[in-house]
């Protein structure tokens, strides 16, 4: 007899919405709802407070705001909308808040929620990529991991290139780990190469660190003969060739006669740029035109700290990044250990090898590169270690029954703890009782996991959840206190007040010169502290003597000057214009003081706007709209940070004379002259700003200009500020 079935069928699209709750018919009815419930916090906890970081560094939002009215300033990555000059980087970071704010308005949200979506984004795929071969609660601690990493929660809630860069090689890895799995995976390896290509446009070479790992696991682990392996590699580098340099040939075929000058470069050359500023010149710190670059031989960074192998526990990094970082260097180990009599192609030793090399090789750069060094930089490893620890846990577990595993696990346990302990410490007068509860909770774990947890599965999954919980602890505390406060600038560090810069931060709310993190940081030795006072400061001095100095230039100390003495700067704006002389460990000859002050007595403007830029008052706003429309450029300033907060404010075009430091010979004279000749630029800011003599230029193009200014134009008062009206001469 046949029956018939009386009940509706479900509607199409209920049924999409079931299978998308309930997940693949052979998982557990846990898995999917937690795997929501992790992007749901993580959106929630990135977003949180989001607006408090205002436009966060002001110097890509000056890019982002000039890409979303101009298509070519779009191409190009573009400071102003009239194409002056470029960031320093390529543009494809900037793509995504661009066309937000095209979309929907100039804002701090609509800058910073394309990057919260990328880190949400970057969970899921790290989700995705450990659960294929370990399962969904290795999965779902390697999400958790990642989404509670402290520098993970500043940078995907800030707009410089590193979030896209993070996502970009989280989904090259997952990429290479679906093309191991079988012999026809070529597709997985070129979507691969794709991924490294467009990760290359946001960060240039750094793209590139985890490429020699990932290549020789794929060349010795994957599956089919010698020949198709080297054959697909060669494919996926075809792929990431062409992804990367459709735009890297259209810079440099077009002429440079129509196209903005290449920031940060020294010759207009974005192939220069990629291989000395963004490239060599990280490593060996022969960096021209940086802020505190030239690196040291005895373990100096140059200006950016000490070098070796502890570099990424030190007081500066430790809090960032190193939470779990002895926990995933345990359970590499572990992890090899229990997988190397496995087969060739075995999926879960070649994942062992595919993030543990990405982890090793990226430590190791950023370990001893003398360059340019950045806290916020160690966001790239968060992926990794994250894979690591949700993978050598699973392993780990399913092993515990074997007294080795399980005391492997305990010790995991017990030195997270001892080490979150520690890191604690440098922050005692924060959540004191914390460390001493991680400490006691890690112990008590690490205890279970040895004895009781071998013998019974549920005290075993207790014991293991409180050694989660005691190793998330201190992580979880420093998001929290990362995502509870504003970051602004081109500097900035995750965690409580007083958890970077070996915690030394100064002026209210962080870094010496006002801004939580806007400011000159001390611990690195950059030059020349604060902000200069009302009116216009005295001449620089050395420490032997007077020393002649343009307005916003501090004086300059020959190389190997001993760091003693006092030197002030000069410039307009509110607060205080001295600094103490350089600190130990600063660059031969770096600016001493001065370098001016927060634009138009601005809050936020340590180096004279170098690192971050400031407020705007109503009457400099007022006086850049006033016939902006008449001109190219509604003004021009010395250094980025300056013109990108008169850009910002009036959302005209400002350029930014000598690019990020004001040490690009972007314009020349002859061509600035030409400008203020034809009547394109209307202003010429001389208040705050990276040195109105130059910024970090020193006697280069940026001073010249200066200097051409002030002897043929009339000074403008603007609120606390001085102006040239470049359309009225003396």
């Keep these: 007899m046949t029956t018939v079935s009386t009940t509706a069928p479900a509607a199409p699209g209920a049924g999409r919405l079931t299978r998308m709750w309930r997940g693949r018919a052979e998982d557990a009815p846990w898995v999917r709802p937690a795997f929501l419930g992790l992007l749901a916090v993580t959106t929630a906890l990135y977003l949180w407070n989001l607006s408090a970081s205002g436009y966060a560094n002001s110097f890509y939002s000056a890019a982002v705001q000039a890409g979303s009215e101009s298509w070519k300033a779009f191409f190009f990555g573009s400071l102003d909308a009239a194409n002056a000059i470029t960031v320093d980087k390529p543009p494809a970071a900037l793509w995504p808040m661009a066309l937000s704010v095209r979309l929907f308005g100039l804002g701090s949200w609509q800058i910073l929620v394309p990057e919260v979506l990328m880190g949400v984004a970057t969970v899921a795929v790290l989700y995705a990529a450990v659960r294929r071969r370990f399962g969904a609660g290795a999965g779902l601690v ?10 993970a929660a500043l940078m995907f809630r800030f707009n410089n290139p590193d979030a896209l860069l993070a996502l970009l090689m989280t989904v090259a890895v997952y990429c290479v780990l679906r093309a191991l799995e079988q012999d026809g995976g070529a597709r997985w390896l070129v979507w691969a190469g794709v991924a490294f290509g467009f990760a290359f446009l946001a960060k240039t070479l750094q793209a590139f660190l985890i490429l020699p790992p990932l290549a020789l696991v794929y060349g010795v682990c994957a599956p089919g003969t010698i020949g198709r392996r080297i054959g697909r590699l060669a494919l996926a580098g075809l792929a990431m060739i062409v992804s990367a340099g459709w735009w890297v040939a259209l810079v440099e075929l077009w002429p440079a006669s129509s196209r903005p000058y290449v920031g940060g470069s020294q010759n207009n050359s974005f192939l220069e740029l990629t291989f000395g500023y963004n490239g060599l010149g990280r490593i060996n710190g022969n960096e021209v035109g940086s802020v505190g670059g030239g690196g040291r031989g005895g373990g100096q960074g140059g200006g950016w700290g000490e ?8 007081d500066s990094v430790g809090g960032q990044i190193s939470w779990l970082l002895p926990a995933a260097l345990i359970l590499l ?18 994942a062992f090898l595919v993030w543990g090399g990405s982890l090793l090789i990226t430590l190791a750069v950023f370990s001893f590169m003398a360059g340019i060094f950045h806290e916020y930089y160690t966001v790239a490893l968060a992926p990794y270690v994250a894979a690591l620890v949700g993978m050598g846990a699973a392993v780990l577990w399913e092993e515990r029954n074997r007294l080795v595993a399980s005391a492997a696990l305990a010790v995991t346990v017990a030195v997270t703890a001892w080490w979150a302990w520690s890191l604690l410490g440098r922050t005692p007068e924060w959540m004191p009782w914390l460390r001493w509860a991680v400490l006691a909770a890690g112990a008590v774990a690490a205890l279970g996991l040895l004895g009781a947890g071998r013998v019974d599965r ?38 409580p007040a007083g958890a970077g810069f070996g915690g030394m931060r100064g002026g209210p709310g962080g870094g010496p010169g006002g801004g939580r993190d806007g400011g000159m940081r001390m611990a690195y030795g950059f030059p020349g502290a604060g902000q200069a006072p009302d009116g216009q400061a005295p001449t620089g001095q050395t420490p032997n003597g007077q020393a002649p100095a343009g307005p916003g230039q501090g004086a300059q100390l020959p190389p190997g000057a001993p760091p003693q003495g006092q030197g002030q700067g000069q410039g307009q704006g509110r607060g205080q ?3 103490q002389g350089q600190m130990p460990g600063a660059p031969p000859g770096a600016e001493r003081g001065g370098m001016g002050g927060g634009m138009d007595g601005g809050t936020g403007g340590g180096m004279g706007g170098l690192l971050n830029g400031a407020s705007v008052s109503a009457a400099a706003k007022a006086a ?28 005209k075009p400002v350029m930014a004379i000598g690019g990020f430091n004001g040490s690009d010979p972007s314009p020349t004279l002859d061509a600035f002259k030409r400008y203020v000749a034809e009547g394109r630029i209307h202003y010429f800011i001389a208040s705050g700003g990276g040195g109105g003599g130059g910024g970090m230029g020193g006697n ?26 470049l359309t009225s001469p003396k």
């Design 624 to 651: 850049l709209l006033e016939d902006a429309d008449d001109h190219t450029w509604a003004a021009a300033a010395i250094g980025a940070q300056n013109a990108a907060s008169y850009q910002l404010a009036t959302e």
């Design 333 to 350: 180990v572990a992890g090899l250990v229990v997988t190397w009599r496995a087969p060739r192609t075995d999926t879960a030793r070649s």
């Design 458 to 495: 549920r005290l075993g999954l207790g014991f293991a959840g409180l050694g989660l919980v005691a190793g998330l602890a201190g992580p979880c505390a420093y998001t929290l206190a990362t995502v509870d406060s504003g970051h602004q600038g081109s500097i900035v560090t995750a965690g």
């Design 577 to 579: 214009g001295q600094a």
């Design 307 to 314: 070098t070796g192998i502890v570099r990424m526990f030190g």
């Design 700 to 725: 280069g193009t940026s001073a010249q200009i200066t200097a051409w200014v002030q002897d043929t134009f009339e000074q403008v008062a603007v609120g606390s500020s001085t102006f040239y009206d």
């Design 142 to 151: 390697a999400g958790g991991v990642l989404a509670l990493t402290p520098v």
